[in-house]
């Protein structure tokens, strides 16, 4: 019996040495800085939906300008129909219409374009809206 208490005795002393090796090496890294902050880690999380809201944004600017209301009202679309149908595009294609709105808008304002393009402009948005949608 002499022996197996002595086997338990080295055991616990090993177990124990190990034990207060592990703790400090654990307690160290809990003072290191992450790579990345929580904070950080939010915004790179809601950029996305930032980047749509801004994208959505412009292409209802656009239609809602006195010239988009115009070419709505000349293809008897209702505002409120499409507005909807924006939310239900594609990340991808709401980007693509943000940049044609977008360029649009910078044309017509540096006079490149007549208000009868830009109303055509804004019909061809409207359809592309509504065939996403559709589709």
Known sequence: MNVSVRLWASMLGVAVFLGSAVLPAGAQNTGKQHVITSEELNQQTAQPAQTRHANENAIRHLLSSEEGQKALKSANVDY????????????????????????????????FLSPKTLAYIVIAIVIIVVIAVLV
């Open 80 to 111: 409120q129909r499409v507005d909807k149908a924006i939310g239900q595009l594609s990340d991808e294609e709401v980007t693509k219409l943000a940049d044609r709105s977008r360029q649009a808008e910078s044309d017509f304002a540096a006079g």
